[in-house]
Structures are given as structure tokens and as C-alpha cells.
């Protein structure tokens, strides 16, 4: 309801871009937005307008990394599913030369942070993750004919330097397509791939596994069977797969435009294909020696493939529900130390259970696969607080780097000589848990202080210290938060004189951006 008693439309306020900060709106955008207000005089936008083009985001970009993200955990995972149908026999795999064929992958990743980070500034988004599906998928495929050690490890390189694009591409179209508010879920969506992986692939390789072939091994059919899906589902990508909402032509231009000034609130800008040099700044034991844990507790080949199921599924349940928890609570800290505790109970418990207690063994594996839920808000929390397009791929990368290092490291905690009961990597790994528990405390702290600092910065530049963070809010107080009265469209301008949603600067440089738990 108006001043003056009229019941208006439900309108977003347009914000006047002439008259932004000191540093304006990235070119990119900026050419964009010109346009766009060269043909359309009406730039504001109701909330149903908003939320049909979220719908068509959902709809079109979301599946679209989920399959990406699927495929990616498949294949880097086929190696856990051939490891108990014969693949060190037949490769003629001794010591810990299966260690190192899981670590190579990630070691890989970790050397190839850098070049995939400055790939995602300068190049199309879409183009980047179809390109490197197409090529991990390849050399999955080509991998089939490897029958030794060196082989194997040579393509398993290759197979990580391809697939260390996918996390940030994903990381960079969350940022790049959601406001902030809905960035947790999102990426808890296409992170839970890794639970359906676990039970698609469990399902293939139960099914591959029983092929009898004179000429290949159960590996290498298994290898090639998930390769040239893989390369088939990078066409798909290729056509459908838009690279920015500005380059969207799945979208009008109306609908262009709402995708783009919708994300305004954020303050971390979109897309500048510009590198800038100011902008520059514990896991994998258990996974992949799941399936050999599996049949350490007396279950047969095919058995540990079928436990893998109720395993993705809790991984699922898992990567959502903390997901939803995260974003109904808005606590990530809290929420990580609650999947890092249920992890570590289950880790002690694989420790001083008897192995003839199956039973309570395989419920202590599964609490330890709730940790995959841990991942994806960390990559949430990373992309949510971090601004300035150079600075956030860069940062991706970092916390990428971080995830490599701890995958190299972990295989090499556990080795076939340890079984049954792989003690040693068993604590290593709990140890790991409960750190991942204490530096997701200190990192909300962290962020509560950095918040602290720009309230008194925004205080000292004459602007109120406190400030609604609208990239936050959800649906169901969109429809009173986002409501501007027609009346007070100047004043929301005279507001934004200093808005530097589109500018291409860091978190830390701009004093209205907030940093969220």
C-alpha cells in the first residue's frame, strides 16, 4: 500500500547505473545492461517475474551440472569399483601402487588448480566444462587398454588434469546463475551426484562385472563402458550448456535482463573475462578404499558392490538435508561440525568393533559417509564470500587445492597391508574429522569479525553500519522485502548512488558487501 492509500504492483526497484560507484559496473555487464535499456524503458521487475526466471535457471542450467558433476564422480570412482573385480591381479599391481593410482588423480588436480582458474576468466563457462568432459570421458575410454602399472598411472594423470575443471566450473555457474540465498542448495544439489555415483555405478559395475570376456578384463569393459557415456553427455552439454545469463538464449532478453539484475544484490559482480593480478590471492582414503572395507568385513565381491547403494543414498539424504539445514539455520559451522562428529563416531566405531560384528560395521561405514556433506558447503561458503571474478575462481582454486592435497595424501594412509582393519588410516582419518569440526568454528568467527569491520567502515563513509543482506533472503519474504513502492523509486536510486553490485571488485574492498555463516 502506497502513501497515499493506492495497493501498487509488486515492483524491484531498477537501479540507475549511470550513477554508480567510483568504479562501475564491469564492462561486460555493463554493455549488457546498455543495451538492454536502449530497448526497454520499463527495467523494473515484479517478484513473478523474478521467480519464472528462476524456474527457467533451475530448469535448464541446474541439470545440466548435475549430470557434469555425476559423470565426473563416476568415472574418477571407477577405479574403487574395478579394485574388487581384479584389478590389481590383472594389472600386476604390488605394494602400494593402487594408492598411488587413486593419488595420482588428485595430485593431478592439485597441479592443474591454476590453469583451470584462469581458464574459467577468460573463457566461456559452457564451452569450458563440455570440452573437459569430452576429454576425461576420452581418456576413461583410452584407459581400457592399459594393463600394467605405468599405463595406468599415466591416464589416471590425465584423467585428473581434465577433471580438475569441473568443481570450479560448477563452483563459478552457481555464482555466476543464483543469488547467494539459493547458492547452498543449489551446490548441495549437484555435489549429492556423488551419492547417486555410488549407486548408478554400483549398479553398472554389479552388471559389467558378471560379462565374461575373453579379451578384456572386468576393468577395462568397465572403463570403457563409463568413458563413452561420458563423451556422449559432453554433446549434450556442448548445445544446451549457456556460458553467462547475458549469453542465455534460452532466455528473451526481458528475461536476460531479470537474470542479470536479480543477481545485483550479491555484490560479487558476474562475469568479466578479464584477468586481474590484485584479485590473486580430508578425504579420499576412506572412498577409495571403500569397497576393499566392504569385503574386509567378509562380504563377497558382488555384495560390497550392492552395500555401496544404502550408501548413496545416505549420501544423498546427507549432502540435502545439511544443505537445507544450512540454509534454514544459516550456520555452516554448526552444520559441519554436526556431519564431522557423525563421521568420527562412525570412524571409532570401525575401529574397535570385532570384525565379526558386520552388522554394527556397516552402520559405522555408513555415519562415515555422511561426510560428503562437509564438501559441498565448503565450496558453498568459499563461493558465497568471496567477490571480484578473478578472486573468486582463484579462491575456488585454492580451496580446491586444498581438497587435492588432502586425496593425495589420503590413499597413502591406507594400503592393502593393513587389512582387515587399516588401523592406521582409520586414526589418521579421525583425526582429520575432528579438525574439519574445530576450523569450521574459527572460520564462522572469522567471518563474523570481518562483518564487524565493514558495519564501521560503511559507518565512517556516512552510510548505515546496518544493512539487509537481500541476496539472502528466500522466497517466502520475498514478496514484502523486494516490494517497492512506485513512489519511492527515487530515493531506492538515490540509495544505490554508491551500489557496487556489478563492479568488479573484491569482498574485502567493498564495505557493502556481507559476509554470510
Not at 530497448?39 to 557434469?68: C, K, S
Not at 559452457?126 to 573437459?132: N, R
Request: contains cysteine.
Amino acid at each position: 500500500m502506497s502513501a497515499t492509500g493506492r495497493e501498487e504492483p509488486d515492483i524491484i526497484a531498477p537501479v540507475d547505473n549511470s550513477r554508480s560507484s567510483n568504479r562501475p559496473a564491469h564492462e561486460h555487464v555493463a554493455r549488457f545492461l546498455a543495451s538492454v535499456e536502449n530497448g526497454d524503458d520499463n527495467r523494473a521487475f515484479t517478484v513473478e517475474e523474478e521467480r519464472h526466471v528462476l524456474r527457467r535457471i533451475d530448469l535448464r542450467v541446474l541439470p545440466l551440472l548435475l549430470g557434469a558433476y555425476f559423470f565426473q564422480q563416476l568415472d574418477k570412482s571407477a577405479l574403487s569399483y574395478t579394485s574388487i573385480f581384479g584389478l590389481s591381479e590383472d594389472a600386476h599391481l604390488v605394494g602400494q601402487q593402487y594408492s598411488w593410482l587413486s593419488s595420482i588423480l588428485y595430485l593431478s588436480q592439485l597441479v592443474f588448480q591454476p590453469l583451470a582458474a584462469f581458464l574459467l576468466v577468460k573463457a566461456p563457462t559452457g564451452k569450458v566444462i563440455s570440452i573437459a568432459i569430452f576429454l576425461w570421458g576420452s581418456t576413461l575410454a583410452i584407459m581400457s587398454a592399459c594393463t600394467d602399472f605405468k599405463s595406468l598411472l599415466g591416464m589416471r594423470f590425465a584423467l585428473g588434469a581434465f577433471e580438475s575443471m569441473i568443481a570450479p566450473s560448477c563452483i563459478a555457474a552457481t555464482q555466476m546463475w543464483w543469488r547467494r540465498g539459493e547458492q547452498t542448495l543449489r551446490a548441495a544439489m549437484w555435489n549429492g551426484m556423488n551419492g547417486l555415483t555410488f549407486i548408478v555405478g554400483s549398479l553398472f559395475t554389479y552388471g559389467l562385472g558378471h560379462i565374461h570376456s575373453d579379451t578384456l578384463f572386468s576393468y577395462q569393459i568397465i572403463f570403457l563402458f563409463c568413458g563413452l557415456l561420458t563423451v556422449c553427455y559432453s554433446f549434450v552439454v556442448l548445445i544446451f550448456m549457456p556460458d553467462s545469463p547475458m549469453e542465455a538464449n534460452c532466455l528473451s532478453d526481458r528475461e536476460k535482463f531479470i537474470a542479470v539484475e536479480r543477481l545485483r544484490a550479491n555484490q560479487m559482480g558476474i562475469v568479466s573475462r578479464e584477468w586481474r593480478w590484485d584479485h590473486v590471492i580430508p578425504s579420499g582414503g576412506i572412498s577409495s578404499f571403500g569397497n576393499l572395507i566392504l569385503e574386509s568385513f567378509g562380504y563377497t565381491n558382488f555384495q560390497s558392490i550392492l552395500f555401496n547403494l544404502p550408501l548413496g543414498v545416505i549420501q544423498i539424504i546427507a549432502i540435502l538435508g545439511g544443505g537445507w539445514l544450512a540454509t534454514r539455520f544459516r550456520t555452516k559451522g554448526v552444520i559441519i561440525v554436526l556431519f564431522a562428529t557423525l563421521a568420527s563416531i562412525g570412524t571409532i566405531l570401525l575401529l574397535v568393533v570385532p570384525r565379526s560384528n558386520k552388522g554394527v560395521l556397516l552402520f559405522g561405514y555408513y555415519l562415515v559417509s555422511t561426510l560428503a556433506a562437509i564438501t559441498p558447503m565448503v565450496y558453498a561458503w568459499e563461493a558465497q564470500n568471496t567477490a571480484g571474478d578473478t578472486k573468486r575462481k582463484c579462491t575456488s582454486a585454492v580451496v580446491l587445492v586444498g581438497m587435492c592435497t588432502g586425496n593425495v595424501i589420503g590413499p597413502q594412509l591406507f594400503s592393502t597391508s593393513q587389512a582387515p582393519e587399516y588401523r592406521p588410516g582409520l586414526i589418521a582419518s579421525l583425526i582429520m574429522f575432528i579438525l574439519v569440526a574445530v576450523l569450521s568454528i574459527l572460520t564462522e568467527l572469522y567471518l563474523i569479525a570481518l562483518n564487524k569491520k565493514h558495519a564501521k567502515k560503511r559507518e565512517a563513509l556516512g552510510k548505515s553500519a546496518n544493512t539487509v543482506d537481500e541476496s539472502m533472503l528466500t522466497k517466502d519474504k520475498m514478496d514484502t522485502s523486494k516490494v517497492v513502492e512506485l513512489e519511492d523509486v527515487r530515493d531506492i536510486q538515490n540509495r544505490n548512488v554508491a551500489d557496487k553490485g556489478f563492479a568488479d571488485i573484491t569482498d574485502l574492498r567493498n564495505e557493502d558487501f556481507i559476509y554470510v555463516y
